[in-house]
């Protein structure tokens, strides 16, 4: 299974990368990392994908817009929306572009990532 | 009978004596007629002897003599008289032949001829002085009743002035009775006094002359008199006084001169300018305040003809108005042609004229009121000055009589954009939107302003007015209540305070946003900063397995405590967005040195102060500090400027920021666009204001400068 973290925030793409790295090196065969929306669409022409952990705030382009490019593209790639408690509103419209599921950054543990590895 | 003849023919002489004598002359021998001689027949009117003869009786004694005698009777008595003394003197009333009465005195004479006695009887013809005496007694009677009678007091007086009579007016006035008058001298009647001052002059009446003079007489009852004394001499020696009581005369006399003297002292002290004139309009006499008014002199104006001397018209016309209506009036300048003065005079010709329509005198008065008019004039400049300000002002103002629009200048039609007949007589709340901002309703909110105002409570209020097309528009109102002929006069000054309100709006709207904008900064800040590192360091957390591999958890440790730096370096920059740190701690120059610090690679930042380590009250140093910040903001985002000038001073205790830069400039609509650009501009005007400081933002083509002064003490100097 190969992952990409979408997220403009330096020190969280590193920090939840070691995470998974660490919980999960059972299943994941590689993680890519970039920082927004359009590097997200870049990367994925190159690459297969199976799951994106998409932040919702970016620059260039953000999660929403992202969200709905790439779920018309690649049919069977997963986006698990990823965001802080207070943007919970704003998960909606990530759910409603197409993510499959979402993560709240204050509650990261395996627990909850094993969920959207599960439920998807 | 016996002839004369005979009697006399040895003494014809005698006989011609007898009848060529003026006298009548009648011959009786006893007491019988014998003869008489032609003048006899004359006087009796006969012409023969023998005519008279048979009248003769009757002729020569009528019934009564005129002391009522018989005339037989008396005859006898007469003759006898005669015969015994020799001769007798009686007058004798006879009548002549028209039985008219003749006056003779008679003187009968005993002759005795040839031894028998005759009567020898001459005539003297008395009627004429009869009838003289009768005219006297006449006289004398009228006289007397003339006397008695008199209106005039007279007396009678002989020597030097013994009184022997005075009629029924001088004892009337004079108050003695007759028998007291008569023996008294006449200088008893006067005091010592008045005979000291008008001696009696006998010797000019004793002269001939009649003396006329007044005098006072002291009456019997001691009260005095005056009276005007007549005296001369009579052709018999006595001296008669006609005197007449002139107290009435002296009363009017004395009220004349009375009348004479107010009328002169009018003329003289009145206020008033007096002259008299003549039918031809010629000056004949004046008062000196006229001489004065005229600023001339009195032998200049006296004969001046004044409806041909003067220059000015209309005063020419007025006086030959008076002449010929009896009145003319005059007010305006005057400029006099003897004295040159110029003065606004009010003057009043008069004429007067009998019932025959004949002219008596002119006179006309003058009053000065040239003050009166120049004070006139002054008022009437200062009206009109008042007038200008009130047409010409900027405000619109309106007087209200209580809550009725009376009267407002052009500049309240142009706000209000409706006519003055439209305005006049309506209220104030016509002139405005039902309810008031404050869900007041305006009429009521208005009295009660009104009648706040007239108590002297609060003058100057915000009212929110209404337009003629229903437009509604912010007005400031001040309220000045006067008194004006007993009633409460209201003025009313409103300014369009639309301009002033939108730029509160604006800055209202602009600290809402400002804080809106800078809350939202902090939430990002701390979202996007803290937040993730927080995230990041629970994610850290998470993967830390104390039975894990040793290099792995150092590398999570090194992690977490890079993470926990950098967080709280972050808390630290936001906890310094929200409060400087250093401003706090070291003041107003340590916190912009270290703001400058940040934007040094972007541009020059000149920095000068003699602040040191002064400090201020708190609120001051903020406001300072974020207006410096918001102008390095401002000059970087929009300025397009490479360098920066930022002076702080303070000096006699006021704190001075000259602010400069060598940008594009400030553009002038900036301040008044509204546009969210000028945001900062507004910050610092809010800002300055909350200090109660002075700013000034300077026009200027190349670059931009803005200078705030505040007065403030100075706190204690804390050392870094």
């Known amino acids: ?120 | 009978m016996i002839s004369t003849g005979k009697l006399f023919e040895d003494q014809e002489p005698f006989r011609l004596l007898f009848e060529l004598s003026n006298d009548p002359i009648l011959i009786f021998k006893d007491f019988q007629f014998v003869d008489c001689n032609k003048a006899t027949l004359t006087l009796l009117g006969f012409s023969s002897k023998k005519e008279f003869e048979t009248a003769i009786d009757e002729v020569l004694a009528p019934e009564y003599q005129l002391d009522g005698e018989k005339s037989s009777v008396k005859v006898k008595t007469m003759m006898n008289k005669a015969y015994q003394k020799g001769n007798h003197r009686f007058e004798w009333v006879h009548l002549n032949k028209k039985k008219e009465v003749i006056y003779v005195d008679v003187t009968l004479t005993q002759i005795s001829y040839l031894e028998q006695n005759y009567l020898f009887a001459i005539w003297r013809d008395m009627s004429k002085q009869k009838k003289y005496e009768k005219n006297l007694e006449e006289s004398e009677k009228l006289y007397s009743i003339l006397f008695e009678q008199a209106a005039d007091g007279i007396l009678v007086g002989i020597n030097k002035g013994e009184i022997i009579d005075a009629n029924k007016s001088a004892c009337k006035l004079i108050g003695y009775n007759k028998d007291e008058l008569i023996g008294k001298n006449i200088k008893h009647l006067f005091s010592p006094k008045e005979l000291a001052i008008n001696p009696l002059r006998y010797d000019l009446i004793k002269n001939g002359d009649t003396i006329i003079k007044e005098r006072e007489i002291v009456c019997k009852d001691g009260k005095v008199v005056p009276v005007e004394m007549n005296t001369k001499i009579l052709e018999d020696g006595r001296m008669q006084t006609l005197f007449r009581d002139i107290s009435n005369r002296k009363t009017a006399e004395k009220a004349l001169i009375e009348s004479e003297e107010k009328y002169r002292n009018v003329f003289k002290y009145a206020p008033l300018g007096i002259f008299h004139y003549d039918q031809n309009g010629v000056i004949t006499d004046c008062n000196q305040n006229f001489i004065d008014i005229i600023g001339s002199s009195k032998e200049q104006l006296i004969g001046l003809n004044m409806l041909k001397d003067l220059n000015n018209l209309e005063i020419t016309k007025k006086i030959e108005l008076s002449l010929k209506t009896g009145e003319g009036v005059y007010e305006n300048w005057y400029t006099s042609v003897t004295g040159k003065k110029t003065t606004f005079v009010k003057g009043l010709f008069k004429c007067i004229f009998d019932e025959n329509r004949n002219f008596i005198s002119g006179i006309g008065l003058i009053e000065d009121i040239t003050q009166r008019k120049k004070a006139e004039i002054a008022l009437i400049e200062s009206e009109q000055k008042y007038r200008m300000l009130f047409e010409n002002a900027s405000d619109s103002i309106m007087i209200m009589n209580e809550d009725i629009f009376v009267d407002c200048n052009e500049k309240t039609l142009e706000l209000f954009g409706c006519s003055k007949k439209e305005l006049i007589g309506q209220s104030p709340y016509k002139f405005s939107p039902k309810k008031q901002p404050d869900g007041r309703s305006s009429k009521e909110k208005a009295r009660e302003k009104i009648k706040e105002a007239i108590q002297g409570k609060s003058k100057i209020f915000e009212w929110v007015h209404q337009k003629a097309d229903g437009t509604n528009f912010y007005t400031e109102v001040s309220l000045n209540v006067f008194d004006l002929q007993n009633k409460n006069t209201v003025q009313a000054i409103v300014r369009d305070i639309s301009d002033r309100k939108e730029f509160e709006q604006r800055i209202y709207e602009t600290i809402i946003e400002t804080e809106e904008r800078e809350r939202q900064r902090l939430a990002s800040d701390i979202h996007d900063e803290i937040g993730p590192l927080l995230s990041s360091l629970k994610v850290y957390i998470e993967s830390l397995n104390p039975k894990g591999d040793a290099t792995k958890q150092q590398y999570i440790k090194s992690k977490l405590q890079e993470l926990i730096k950098e967080t709280i370096d972050n808390v630290r920059e936001v906890s310094n967005a929200i409060s400087p740190y250093l401003l706090n701690k070291y003041g107003m120059e340590a916190a912009i040195e270290s703001f400058i610090k940040q934007t040094e690679n972007i541009l020059t930042i000149h920095f000068k102060s003699n602040l040191k380590d002064k400090r201020f009250p708190l609120k001051t140093e903020i406001v300072f500090f974020r207006i410096i910040k918001e102008l390095i903001n401002n000059t970087l985002k929009h300025a397009r400027a490479k360098n920066i000038g930022v002076h702080l001073q303070y000096n006699k205790g006021e704190l001075l920021l000259c602010y400069t830069d060598d940008g594009i400039g400030l553009d002038k609509k900036y301040l008044s666009s509204g546009k969210t650009e000028g945001m900062g501009l507004f910050n610092i005007i809010n800002r300055v204001n909350s200090i109660q400081g002075d700013y000034k933002f300077y026009e200027m083509s190349d670059g931009f400068k803005f200078t705030l002064t505040k007065k403030t003490p100075l706190l204690e100097s804390i050392k870094k």
């Open chain 1, 1 to 120: 299974m190969t992952v990409l973290i979408v997220d403009d925030n330096k020190q969280f793409l590193e920090a939840f990368k070691f995470f998974l790295q660490e919980n999960f090196s059972d299943r994941i065969e590689e993680i890519f990392e970039v920082s927004n929306g359009q590097e997200c669409l870049d990367i994925l022409k190159r690459n297969a994908i199976d799951i994106v952990f998409m932040d919702f705030e970016m620059p260039v382009m953000n999660g929403v817009e992202a969200t709905k490019i790439i779920v018309d593209l690649y049919r069977n790639l997963k986006v698990v929306a990823v965001s802080f408690h207070s943007e919970l509103e704003d998960m909606e419209k990530m759910l409603e572009a197409g993510a499959r599921n979402y993560i709240i950054k204050e509650e990261i543990s395996p627990e909850a990532v094993e969920k959207c590895f599960t439920n998807i």
